[in-house]
């Protein structure tokens, strides 16, 4: 048992995550400002004695009061500007969140002496990679701002790594979907088209479709920021299927004739993880086949 504090836990993964950290018997907190992140999603671990700490993870000082109450041994910071479109549009207020607020979660983790830190990473980082499925040590080559700030974080992690002893690792996301996710979100698609295929609307692909995606359910990846807070490894991990699905495949196992509309600039053209580092380093592989949880998620 140990202290976990986790910060974007009212949100899609985070709420996830705080569920699996209760149920596992660890003492929880969570940090969020409720932006994006709703109350409702952690309904039940508050009602187990989860702190939430409303408070704004780019301001050092309520991170360190907030780090100094709860006195957390493992922090997972998923708090972040997740919206890639919005990151284009304002790169100075996703810089601000996504990488000012893992330089104050740093801080106050040093300040306070929590020794390990996981970091909710993205597949954003690679870019438009020439490898597939991508390994960790293919280039970092963002497209996008959102991409950039993910990459300034990771490195940001390792430098409190050399030069404050803490204990770092990151975790590079593919496209996660499951229940509580925001069709707005970075990889709403998933969302977007459930929520068509449930009420009968027409889905909207934009470019010829082909346009491919890791798709990894929301509990595998919990269950992967679990065994990366139970273990020493850092640096940075894949976390992802290694199958790559088309958006088009993607429509039709939801049962949708998709309308297209013309491509969107910037986008990824294909986008698929190779996850055999974490199955050595963390013992971890998905386990939830994309067609089984589309059908619930449909349903
Ligand atoms: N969803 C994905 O497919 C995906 C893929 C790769 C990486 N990620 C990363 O995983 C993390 C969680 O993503 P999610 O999909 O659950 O998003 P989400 O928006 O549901 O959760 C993010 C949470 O952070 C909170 N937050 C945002 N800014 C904050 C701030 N300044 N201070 C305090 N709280 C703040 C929001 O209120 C929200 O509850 C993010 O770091 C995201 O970049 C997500």
Redesign the pocket.
């Known amino acids: 048992m140990t202290r976990a504090l986790v ?8 709420s996830h995550l705080v569920d699996a950290l209760v149920a596992r018997g660890h003492d929880v907190a969570v ?7 709703h109350t409702d999603n952690l309904a039940g671990a508050l009602e187990t004695g989860v702190e939430l700490h409303k ?4 301001d050092v000082n309520s991170m360190v009061a907030a780090f100094q109450a709860f006195r957390p041994a493992v922090v997972y910071h ?5 919206d890639v479109r919005r990151s284009v549009q304002d790169p100075s207020t996703d810089a601000h ?2 990488v000012g ?1 893992t330089a104050a979660v740093l801080e106050a983790a040093r300040e306070v002496g929590a020794p390990r830190v996981i970091l ?5 980082v690679y870019g438009d990679p020439e490898v597939l499925p991508t390994p960790e040590h293919a280039p970092v080559a963002p497209l996008s701002p959102y991409g950039a700030s ?1 990459a300034a974080a990771e490195t940001y992690m390792q430098l409190f790594e050399r030069l404050h002893g803490l204990s770092t690792l990151s975790l590079r ?5 499951g229940p509580r ?2 069709p707005g ?3 709403g698609v998933v969302a977007i088209f459930a929520g068509a295929a449930r009420e009968g609307r027409q889905a909207v692909i934009y470019g010829d479709g082909t346009q491919t995606r890791d798709y990894v359910h929301v509990s595998d990846v919990v269950a992967a920021f679990v065994a990366a807070g139970e273990s020493a490894v850092t640096g940075a991990l894949n976390v992802s299927t290694g199958s790559e699905t088309s958006v088009m495949e993607l429509a039709r196992l939801l049962g949708l004739e998709p309308e297209q509309r013309p491509g969107r600039a910037g986008e990824i053209s294909r986008s698929c993880l190779d996850p055999s580092r974490a199955e050595q380093a963390l013992g971890w592989r998905a386990q939830v086949p994309l067609a089984d949880a589309l059908a619930d998620v449909a349903g």
């Open positions: 910060t974007g836990g009212a949100g899609f993964i985070g940090i969020d400002h409720l932006s994006r992140g408070a704004d993870v780019t998923l708090a972040a500007q997740i969140v996504n607020g909710a990473s993205t597949a954003g993910k996301m593919a496209n996660v979907y996710q925001d979100g970075e990889s």
